[in-house]
């Protein structure tokens, strides 16, 4: 493998030559994280079982029921999970209590 020189590359020459190296890098991480998948179903197909049994299948989980709900648009609701919807925030800066809209 050759020795680059990295001190005597222009600015256009070192952007491209680190675009080049990380393009690599992650086709490489790729590589490997298909082999590795491939070797973990393998070895779970050999015990008789599935990645998704061992691990826990992806995708959504339970359905978390609603909290909040606007009185004026009952299709509008909350759960009470990450950030409160525009029409709460709206009616509490208005002076609403949450309790206005627990269901």
Same mark, same amino acid.
């Given at each position: 493998?050759?020795?680059?020189?990295?001190?005597?590359?222009?600015?256009?020459?070192?952007?491209?030559?680190?675009?080049?190296?990380?393009?690599?890098?992650?086709?490489?991480?790729?590589?490997?994280?298909?082999?590795?998948?491939?070797?973990?179903?393998?070895?779970?197909?050999?015990?008789?079982?599935?990645?998704? =049994?061992?691990?826990?299948? *992806? !995708? /959504?989980?339970?359905?978390?029921? +609603?909290?909040?709900? #606007?009185?004026?648009?009952?299709? =509008?609701?909350?759960?009470? *999970? !990450? /950030?409160?919807?525009?029409?709460? +925030?709206?009616?509490? #800066?208005?002076?609403?209590?949450?309790?206005?809209?627990?269901?």
């Amino acid at each position: 493998m050759a020795t680059i020189n990295y001190d005597k590359m222009s600015v256009k020459e070192l952007t491209d030559h680190i675009a080049k190296a990380t393009k690599a890098l992650n086709a490489a991480k790729d590589r490997e994280r298909a082999d590795l998948k491939h070797k973990i179903a393998s070895l779970a197909e050999n015990a008789g079982f599935s990645v998704g =049994e061992l691990f826990g299948a *992806r !995708g /959504r989980g339970k359905s978390v029921a +609603v909290k909040y709900m #606007n009185p004026d648009n009952r299709s =509008e609701t909350w759960t009470g *999970r !990450g /950030r409160k919807p525009n029409w709460l +925030v709206a009616k509490l #800066n208005k002076g609403a209590k949450m309790a206005d809209f627990a269901v």
